[in-house]
């Protein structure tokens, strides 16, 4: 069945409330208006105002409250509308949700799941367009997701919800109409490794989310250049499942890691480091990266497309490893 | 039962919890400066009242959130002093298994939730507590302590509004000792009346005397009695005052000796200890047991924390997730 990522995250949602009856969501606007980005529309019609909870735009508060309530035996799924705007709950999640299980001496879990979209793309400027994924992939205690596929839309939240600790899944704001096909009975997906969505021999494209589109389109070109690119999704920001990546480095030999963060200290800087210190005498040239311009994300389309990570320049990256133009 | 009957005995009850918390912060700063216990150490003297009266009002189904600052309400909520003492010496035996020292004392079983050290981090919690308890139909009320420092804090005014408009079960607990470490209060709120701006939220809120442990309980009461019949959230600003400085790190120069003198003469142990001879209730035999019973009791706490065992290196990473269930 053909389906967007929107549908099937909002076809995640719906199965989540119907399944366990712990799970609510919360967050700004998700019920009365249908969710920012229309993902929740229909739940609240269809679940009532106790578990599809508008809140008060006060960030800190419905993240903390989504923690305490986890403790307290819920299963909340809150929802913050862009990862610019998390940053007011910064203190929830990195001093309370990624520290209590540790601090406390393992009693305290925190079955928590937060969704926000993430990245840029829509002409929507420096405050509702950032890629800081990677700064929670920087803290212990979280696990970090990024669907960029249909079926991990659907399926992700799902293995999310079983999981005792904190999740945080980063929607990308370009995804949502992307359509893709879905069987009837998809249930979940798993959250623990990263996926070869292309395979090939010559080099190894490494992204995720919203450039995960755009590497497979590079991959199509060089394809008609005779350079055969494996594209990995990364899927699971933290832990970063490195078996994966390694094992496709070590046949091709080369990587160029795609993302949309800004390149100083982030996610693209990882990943070269892990390949760098575990598969250095495989590579036959330094890895690459196509990242986003160091600059807060400008309003003007032009700007902003040449701020972002583009085909052009992930096909550039790659003739360049292979010693072409 | 003493002569004295059910009044009496509740009487002596909680001037024995009082002398518990004095006694065993006073054991903490010896052991301090004998460099047992180490980190950041916030202690609890002058201010016991407050967790003592408070905690009176609670059962064991009810929710406890705390700050830094949380020996007192570890050992008034029933964590055992041995549980306290080896957390801050850092030993696997500790409330934390020694992962959280003093600031960081949780205990699952009696739903004491911290021991939290961002100042106002954790109202939120608190709100979701009280959250989860009304969503799963439990009549439980979550007790939030937290200093007036906190009141300038966004956290404080997005939890209040959001415990008010859904009608948490929240006993909101403001600990008012006049200094946000070295800060005092009228030199950080334009409005110093903090019961107006919990009131500003449509709750009901009040100020009481926290240093008399009857007043504190009297409050405690009505407020969660108010909270179990369904009336939503209550704020008690709890006026009180620390005796000794913020921590042992501070030389305490902000506050003037006369200020100190003046709250040590309403110190919450000498008030009730005196209430309760001059009422007939207390005899010098019942004080000589009550101290000696603490004394056995730290005493205890502390051969217990000092003979405890710290977790192998090897464990390091144990508990940044959650463990498979076997």
């Known amino acids: 069945m053909k389906t967007t990522y929107r549908e099937a995250m909002r076809a995640a949602l719906r199965d989540a409330l119907v399944r366990d009856e712990r799970v609510f969501l919360m967050g700004e606007d998700i019920g009365r208006y249908g969710g920012c980005f229309a993902v929740s529309l229909g739940l609240l019609e269809e679940f009532g105002p106790e578990r599809v909870r508008d809140t008060p735009l006060s960030e800190s508060a419905f993240v903390g409250a989504g923690i305490g309530a986890a403790l307290g035996g819920m299963r909340p799924i809150v929802e913050i509308m862009t990862v610019n705007f998390s940053l007011l709950a910064l203190d929830q999640i990195v001093n309370n949700a990624a520290t209590l299980l540790h601090m406390s001496g393992g009693q305290l879990n925190v079955p928590l799941v937060i969704r926000m979209t993430t990245g840029a793309g829509r002409q929507l400027a420096a405050q509702h367009s950032h890629s800081l994924e990677g700064w929670y992939a920087h803290i212990p205690g979280l696990r970090v997701l990024a669907p960029a596929t249909v079926q991990d839309a659907r399926g992700m939240l799902w293995t999310a919800l079983c999981d005792p600790d904190p999740v945080l899944v980063f929607e990308h704001g370009s995804l949502y109409n992307v359509e893709g096909e879905l069987s009837e009975t998809a249930g979940p997906t798993d959250i623990d490794r990263a996926a070869v969505v292309r395979p090939g021999t010559d080099l190894t494209l490494i992204t995720y989310g919203g450039t995960l589109p755009k590497t497979l389109d590079a991959a199509v070109e060089l394809a008609a250049e005779g350079i055969e690119a494996e594209v990995i999704d990364l899927r699971t920001l933290r832990p970063l499942d490195v078996g994966t990546i390694l094992g496709s480095v070590v046949r091709t030999h080369r990587a160029v890691v795609v993302d949309e963060g800004w390149r100083s200290g982030s996610l693209s800087a990882e990943v070269s480091a892990r390949i760098t210190e575990d598969a250095f005498y495989d590579l036959d040239a330094p890895v690459a990266r196509v990242c986003s311009a160091e600059v807060p994300m400008p309003y003007a389309k032009h700007l902003e497309d040449a701020a972002l990570p583009q085909v052009p320049a992930i096909v550039a990256a790659a003739r360049g490893l292979l010693g072409g133009p | ?326």
Request: aromatic share 8%.
């Open chain 2, 1 to 326: 039962m003493s002569a004295a009957g059910d009044a009496g005995e509740h009487g002596l009850h909680l001037l024995r919890e009082l002398v518990r918390i004095r006694r065993f912060e006073e054991r903490c700063v010896e052991l301090y400066s004998a460099a047992e216990i180490r980190g950041f150490v916030h202690l609890y003297i002058g201010e016991e009242a407050v967790a003592v009266g408070v905690m009176q009002c609670l059962t064991a189904d009810d929710a406890v959130v705390a700050t830094y600052r949380e020996h007192g309400h570890a050992l008034a909520r029933g964590i055992p002093a041995r549980a306290v003492m080896a957390e801050m010496y850092g030993r696997v035996e500790g409330s934390s298994r020694g992962r959280g020292g003093s600031m960081h004392i949780f205990d699952r079983a009696r739903r004491f939730y911290g021991g939290n050290a961002i100042v106002g981090g954790g109202l939120p919690v608190a709100a979701g507590l009280a959250l989860a308890d009304h969503m799963q139909g439990r009549a439980g009320v979550t007790a939030c302590f937290f200093g007036e420092g906190a009141v300038a804090e966004g956290e404080f005014h997005e939890t209040m509004n959001l415990a008010a408009l859904w009608r948490l079960p929240v006993l909101f607990c403001c600990e008012n000792n006049l200094y946000a470490m070295g800060t005092a209060l009228d030199r950080s709120e334009s409005e110093t009346n903090l019961a107006y701006k919990a009131a500003a939220y449509e709750m009901p809120a009040w100020a009481v005397d926290g240093m008399d442990v009857l007043a504190v309980e009297e409050a405690a009461a009505r407020a969660t009695t108010e909270i179990r019949g369904g009336g939503g959230p209550v704020f008690l600003e709890l006026r009180t005052y620390r005796f000794r400085a913020h921590s042992m790190y501070d030389p305490d120069r902000y506050r003037a000796k006369e200020e100190i003198e003046a709250w040590r003469a309403r110190d919450p142990v000498a008030l009730l200890r005196d209430r309760l001879r001059t009422d007939g209730i207390l005899t010098e035999e019942d004080l000589e047991s009550i101290e000696a019973e603490v004394a056995a009791e730290i005493d205890d706490a502390v051969a217990f924390a000092g003979a405890g065992t710290f977790e192998p290196v090897e464990d390091l990473t144990r508990f940044v997730y959650s463990e498979p269930v076997t």
